[in-house]
């Protein structure tokens, strides 16, 4: 008996001893990539070269406390660099409240940027989460556009920021079940226009998770709501928003030219949706497809509107959007993809391919190609065709 | 009439008693590796001709219902959650904060490149429940004498597999050895338990190999590295809060 105690104390210590876990965690990568890209109208391609590190910290202070801070490094040189006015600006993230980046050097031919990606302090108490800081606010339950995102709208085409944007806020979130929540939050701006405050309530009924979102965000109500289940086995999402009418007295001289009114002065409520399908065949074979709507979106000149759009919360200036991708794993160490993203209206696309390889334990290879197409001051018309390879070492 | 129901009773005795121990063998041997809860850590190695790679993760069960991964490496993929409750599986992404539901259909997709699918490791269908159990004779494998038994899917269970054989050792329990058919018969998977030692104060195998019969040189190894059984979780552990907690 008194030996049976003693084992059953070993084992518990050694268990324990094995549990302990390291406060402190870290982790990243280094990569390498290599763009040619020809723009339209030119002849010539300029190639670019661009090395991008991560390192990602996480400090467990007690088991209540969690801190993250995680660095963003992108040192480029190359053609583009020394061909793009102001190159600076466009890798720049802006921020709305602190910035907390560097330019570390700005040459003729290179650029080097350091910024905090993520930074961020988080406490539990039972079903309360409390999170202060640069963190990302993900209630999207589609893949490619996530109109119910309102804090941190992404960019599809930008494959080489997995991570995607992060905003500086402050958000509560408290866990009405296992897999229910109220989530609040708030982005404090310099700019008026560019506060948000906003909340979601979370449910999950007949093996679907729904969320309702309500907020305000550019000055205008936003109400919403999103859904994620399935339908015969295949993933079945959607989104839907409806905010206030922006009604804003505003023009300019190309508008005016091209006799096109402005996004803002749209006198209706903005509803965006977006509906999301995917089914994964037996051996791999991946299909999906999504559609985004704006009921104010344009039907031409809508590269134009592109900036327009991002300042009104859209995730295209487009009326329709329509994505569809192809997946299949060749062997498990190699999988190929094919998507498209189509403007129905101007008849404009852009079509990725891409190639991602297994090398070894840790190193993964990347092709990746986009080509757009399209007639001038179209939605894709303007980019070119550019070709990536890229090297990975995650650590 | 009465002596034809006592000879019929006689006469079909032996397999209602057979049917019966049939479930209760499979039951038992499913107990012993599964347990009422489990936690623990597990690495899988896939192996192929020319490569092999490894994954480590951490592993919470409760029944057949309740399931949270963690993976812990390769870095890559460190730090993914999947969590299992009832019908229902998400997915927690932390390094772009995503809780994304995984529909169905993704279930039978291999598990990381593996020769598991997503279904074997998460337990979508149970060998106890979802099957008709039944002895079909005694073998010797691995010098352990087994109970030979086949099961057949009940008529509207959603499982993968047309027939599955299992040898399971008489006096332990152990899964030596399972033979996984298609609907048509062919022998596709069949997976080998070995490494017999005690782990979590039961003596277990705690190796299993994955061998898919059509691919020469291919197999994944799932290894046991640590497992503590019976230690009573609540089922809010299983929770999306959790999920954003664990490491």
Known sequence: MRIKIVLLFITVFTLSAKAQLSPFDYGGYAKYLFSSTRFPGTTERYSDHLIHLRLNTKWYATDALTAALELRFRGYYGETVENTKHFIDLIKTPRDWVNLDAVLWNKKKTVGYLEVDRFWLDWVKNDFELTLGRQRIAWGTALVWNPTDLFNPLNVLDFDYEELPAVDAVRAQYYTGPVTKVDLAFKPAREKRNVILAGLWSINAFDYDFNLIAGMRDERWIFGGSWAGDILTGGFRGEVTVSEAPNRDYTNLVYEALGESSLSSFDKPLVAVALSGDYTFPGSFYIHTELLYNNNGKTKNTFLFYKEATSLGMLSAARWSIYQEFSYDITPLTRGSLFGIFNPDDKSYVIVPFVTYSVATNWDLLLIAQIFEGDPLTEFGEFGTSFYLRLKYSF | ?247
């Not at chain 2, 049939?22 to 012993?32: G, P």
């Not at chain 2, 691995?142 to 008489?170: F, H, Q, R």
Request: proline residues 5%.
């Open chain 2, 1 to 247: 009439m009465r002596k034809i129901f006592f000879l019929l009773l006689f006469v079909f005795m032996p397999f209602l008693l057979f049917g019966q121990n049939a479930t209760e063998i499979v039951r038992k041997a499913n107990d012993l590796v599964m347990g009422k809860t489990s936690q623990g850590i597990n690495k899988m190695k896939v192996v192929r001709p020319d490569w092999s790679r490894e994954v480590t993760m951490k592993v919470w069960s409760k029944g057949t219902d309740y399931y949270m991964i963690l993976i812990t490496a390769p870095a890559r993929e460190k730090g993914q959650v999947f969590l299992k409750r009832k019908n229902e599986l998400w997915n927690w992404m932390p390094s772009i904060g995503r809780m994304i539901k995984i529909p169905p259909s993704m279930m039978m997709q291999s598990w990381m490149g593996s020769d598991f699918t997503n279904d074997d490791l998460l337990k979508e269908s149970s060998i106890v429940n979802d099957y008709v159990h039944k002895i079909i004779g005694s073998e010797v494998v691995d010098g352990y004498d087994c109970y030979k038994i086949e099961l057949t899917p009940k008529p509207n269970a959603a499982v993968v597999w047309g027939k599955i054989l299992m040898w399971v050792s008489k006096k332990e329990y152990y899964e030596l050895k399972i033979e996984f058919y298609d609907e048509t018969g062919a022998l596709i998977n069949m997976q080998l338990g070995s490494e017999i030692k005690k782990m979590g104060g039961r003596t277990l195998p705690t190796k299993l190999i994955m061998i898919p019969m059509d691919k020469k040189g291919n197999k994944t190894i799932l290894e046991l590295i640590d497992v503590v059984f019976d230690k009573p979780i609540p089922n809010s552990f299983f929770s999306q809060q959790n999920m954003k907690r664990l490491r």
